[in-house]
């Protein structure tokens, strides 16, 4: 990736994100309208912020907001760009520079994701413990960037357990059953097949998504804290009966959307910020 590539979308954010940020959210997949917010503090339509574009993708909002909650300052990336639109990497890993750059220190990745592990219902929450890239190429390939990490970044705890504590607490508040889970990142746009799910499943994945294991590998190598919460939106190809459909995919998150709410604002208000 080129650095210089973030330059014009840092100037274009206003002022008061200079004053920095506690942590950063990644919004994905229906989960943007589970925000709550105290006080706006900056509104920045995606098309605005050079090199980030509009979101492709139904139930991606597209905007960045910074916000304050809790007495924190939360930089929101409502809906993300994804390497199956052939937008480059650096696009898809924008929001975690520009959070690192106004310096967050601590990001929460959310998703909806497919259920390979039959213990996992559609509408239930998996916490990310670990991941499997299934794409075998990732944003750091490149030239070594100062501040993105070392030439060869250790990935032996990309989820950082205490974020993972903090969720488990916010889950148990809400009276949500969670399990710990790995999650395979393939490069869509296409579903998976019924054999590679299976594949998949005796690797070790739990969950299937086309998102996040970018951004948490790209956050993880740069020294930030890393959290991923996934939502499942329907269980994967050949371990459902019904065809893949974008549709159920939005619609299993719109009826997650209050206890999506709830594992948010306990995170917000929770997450220690020096994890
Ligand atoms: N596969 C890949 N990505 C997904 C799925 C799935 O089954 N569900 C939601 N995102």
Redesign the pocket.
Known sequence: MDPHFFDKAEAALPAVCRDGADMALVLG?GWGGALETDDVLARVPYGDIPGMGQASVPGHSGEFLLYRRHGRRVAAFCGRRHWYEGVGWETVVMNVELARRIGAKTVLLT?????LNPALKPGEFVILRDHINTVGVNPLIGPLVEGWGPRFPDMGEVYTPLLRNVLHDAARKEGLRVIEGVYAF?S?PV??TPAE?RAYGRWGADI????TVPEATFAHACGMSVAGLSV??????GIGLEP?K?ED?LNASKAARPAMAALIDSFVRNAPLSA
């Open positions: 997949s998703n909806a994701s497919g259920g393939t869509g579903f998976e799910i299937v998504g086309m998102s499942i939106s329907n269980m994967a190809a893949l974008h995919v």
